[in-house]
């Protein structure tokens, strides 16, 4: 089969496409044929050599994909059948024309909805779900600051805070960008590179302040996190595009608020990184599962048409599977609104 592959770590030039072994599902697995995957900032720093993937995982590049179930491991239980359209939540290997997943992570996908639609919910839409309600426990009438508002992340983040009845807020780099995030539902924007977040913020809470903060940006910004985050408010990250190093009296500022921060990493909880002997442990082994089972069941039936309120993906291009370098360099471009999804050859 043929997969997005690299050599050596490096810059999109080092990308290409490879023939490679097809994967052969293993007990619990489902074989999955991929018709479309999206590219995510974790494809781009595994290209670079800053994120490599979990033990076990394929180190194919792509975290979901979308595509229609072609064959069964031993053991799987019956959930799904031979055929089915399917989106699926990965470790890796998502950007090739087959990939194994336990039948876990798998969702239908939606009706009436494409596969290159599809392609662009997993990884966003359950991050984002994972953050505000699995790590954040956002409450209706809260408020929830969304950095990189109009990343894949952010704009399913606005939606699913709308759906639990709690005020969006974003920032994004461009008046466009602002733009798409008020489109999807933020009840406000701001551009943090004219104006300061964290005023135009405290403006619009009435110096109250919010209540969680998904923050995917790191070290630059807490000092304007701390400053409009409200007394036992939630700070969680789940990134660090402009690095981790902090400068200056974090703890003392955060213990004045009785804030909290969490952080979280969705792709690191794989199987093999959580079993252990001890029952802590097993406890978290179906992590993902879970997550995947909260999803479909509380959030997914919203995407389907006539729901209300209608969720949707936001895809701003599509690259073929052989233009994989030139959908990296759009992403470290940061110009993309939304997704950026990888069709698979047909």
């Not at 290159?116 to 953050?131: D, G, S």
């Not at 969705?266 to 079993?275: I, N, V, W, Y």
Request: aromatic share 8%; hydrophobic share 40%.
């Amino acid at each position: 089969m043929l997969a997005a592959y690299f050599d050596c770590p490096g810059g999109p030039e080092n990308l290409y496409m490879k023939e490679v072994m097809k994967p052969h599902p293993g007990e619990g697995e489902v074989l999955l044929k991929v018709s479309a995957s999206a590219l995510n900032r974790a494809d781009l720093l595994q290209r670079r050599g800053k994120y490599p993937p979990p033990k076990g995982a394929s180190d194919i590049l792509g975290l979901e994909a979308a595509g229609s179930v072609v064959g069964l491991g031993p053991g799987c239980k019956g959930t799904w059948k031979m055929g089915d359209a399917v989106m699926a939540l990965l470790s890796g290997g998502g950007q090739a024309e087959y990939v194994t997943v336990p039948e876990g992570y798998l969702m239908p996908v939606p009706k009436d909805m494409t596969f290159l639609q599809a392609a662009a919910i997993p990884e966003a839409w359950l991050t984002a779900f994972q953050l505000l309600h699995f790590v954040g426990k956002v409450q209706e009438g809260e408020s929830v600051l969304i950095h990189a508002g109009a990343s894949g992340v952010g704009l399913a983040a606005i939606q699913l805070v709308n759906l639990a009845k709690a005020v969006p807020i974003v920032t994004a780099g461009t008046q466009e960008k602002l733009k798409a995030t008020a489109a999807a539902g933020a009840a406000a924007g701001f551009n943090y590179k004219n104006e300061d977040f964290s005023e135009r913020v405290l403006e619009f809470t009435q110096g109250s302040g919010v209540d969680v903060i998904l923050d995917c940006v790191g070290g630059s910004y807490w000092e304007k996190n701390l400053n409009c985050l409200s007394t036992d408010g939630r700070w969680i990250i789940y990134g660090l595009l402009s690095g981790g190093e902090v400068h200056g009296d974090l703890f003392a500022r955060l213990l004045s608020k009785r804030a909290s921060i969490h952080t979280s990493l969705l792709r690191s909880r794989d199987k093999e990184a959580m079993m252990g002997n001890n029952i802590k442990n097993a406890s978290f082994l179906q992590y993902k599962e879970r997550l995947v089972k909260a999803f479909t069941e509380d959030v997914l039936p919203y995407f389907s048409e006539g729901a209300s309120p209608h969720l949707q993906p936001l895809v701003d291009s599509v690259y073929p599977l052989h233009k994989i370098a030139e959908a990296h360099r759009f992403m470290e471009e940061n110009k993309n609104i939304g997704k950026i999804v990888i069709e698979m050859p047909a």
